[in-house]
């Protein structure tokens, strides 16, 4: 099961009493995966589809409660993708469909007594903050979708029109989470991206457990990234510090070569033979070997006056 479907199921379970939170839920719902008939004989009617039957069975349950309407509910195997069936919630004219929408604010009526689609969010069913809860609560049962956090963190809701979506974008971002909109083919995207914004809103339409197990993995990934930087640099650390030693020898070497190492200053000369007798340790252990012992500053002052003596050589 993927951990939109997880993140889905949890919702779907979410037990609401409060009616003005039920009205936004299902109102979110229909406008975002809902569909309208009209047909001359049968008058209109309204679907709402889904692959996920938890959802299929909470639209039906808050049809229930709220308006005491028994839906439709028909089942089709999905020929595309062979694997999920698709549940229709259908409500038809004789079940008072036309009103349902207008209550819902799906539909509106005029001045003139004509209908029409309304494609904004009715701000009379967002007015309290656990009503606009619920609202984003039905949109993402609708229309949302959640990556795999142990991949990526993306979080996004799609619309085919234009109005709903910047609504739904303003929406969340009345809760400050940061959430922008683009346009994908035929559809409006309203995404959210960063890791601590997404866990907001699963907070905020009430995912409590998808919101645990991805702060688990935010943990762990965070934890891994941690470590791999502290290994990167370590190893960094070490190979500037072999790279320093390779140079050292070699000019060394070439002191030794050309002059000999007699002819260098008591404290250059000794630091010089502990370094070719002990290539591989740190030049604080080599510090800690001289009587009296210096600190690891005056080694590497040392060693760099030796590099600058091997440098002249190198030049003459």
Avoid: W
Wanted: contains cysteine; positive net charge.
């Amino acid at each position: 099961m993927s951990f939109s479907a997880e993140v889905k199921n949890e919702l779907s379970r979410i037990i609401d009493e409060k009616k003005c939170c039920q009205m936004a839920e299902l109102a979110a719902i229909i406008k975002l995966s809902g569909s309208i008939n009209i047909n001359a004989k049968q008058g209109l009617s309204f679907k709402v589809t889904t692959e996920n039957p938890a959802i299929a069975r909470r639209i039906f349950s808050l049809l229930k409660s709220l308006f005491d309407v028994h839906a439709d509910v028909m089942v089709k195997k999905n020929n595309i993708l062979k694997k999920n069936n698709i549940y229709y919630v259908v409500v038809s004219a004789d079940m008072n469909s036309n009103e349902i929408l207008k209550s819902l604010g799906v539909l509106k009526e005029y001045h003139d007594g004509s209908i029409g689609f309304n494609n904004k969010i009715n701000v009379d069913l967002i007015k309290k903050s656990c009503c606009k809860k619920a609202f984003l609560r039905g949109a993402f049962l609708a229309s949302g979708s959640i990556s795999n956090p142990e991949k990526t963190y993306h979080l996004e809701f799609v619309s085919n029109n234009q109005e709903l979506a910047e609504d739904v974008m303003k929406l969340l971002n009345s809760f400050d989470l940061g959430a922008k909109i683009i346009l994908r083919k035929n559809s409006y995207v309203v995404y959210i991206k960063e890791g601590d914004k997404i866990i907001d809103l699963l907070n905020i339409i009430g995912a409590h457990n998808a919101l645990l197990e991805l702060e688990n993995v935010r943990i762990y990934k965070e934890m891994r990234n941690n470590v791999n930087r502290l290994v990167n640099c370590e190893t960094a650390n070490l190979n500037k510090t072999v790279d320093a030693a390779v140079r050292q020898i070699e000019s060394i070497k070439l002191i030794q070569e050309k002059i000999g190492l007699k002819k260098l200053p008591p404290n250059l000369r000794e630091v010089a033979e502990l370094r070719l007798n002990y290539p591989d340790i740190s030049l604080k252990e080599l510090g800690q070997m001289l009587n009296p012992p210096i600190g690891k500053s005056g080694i590497n002052h040392r060693l760099r006056k030796i590099e600058k003596i091997a440098e002249e050589l190198r030049d003459e």
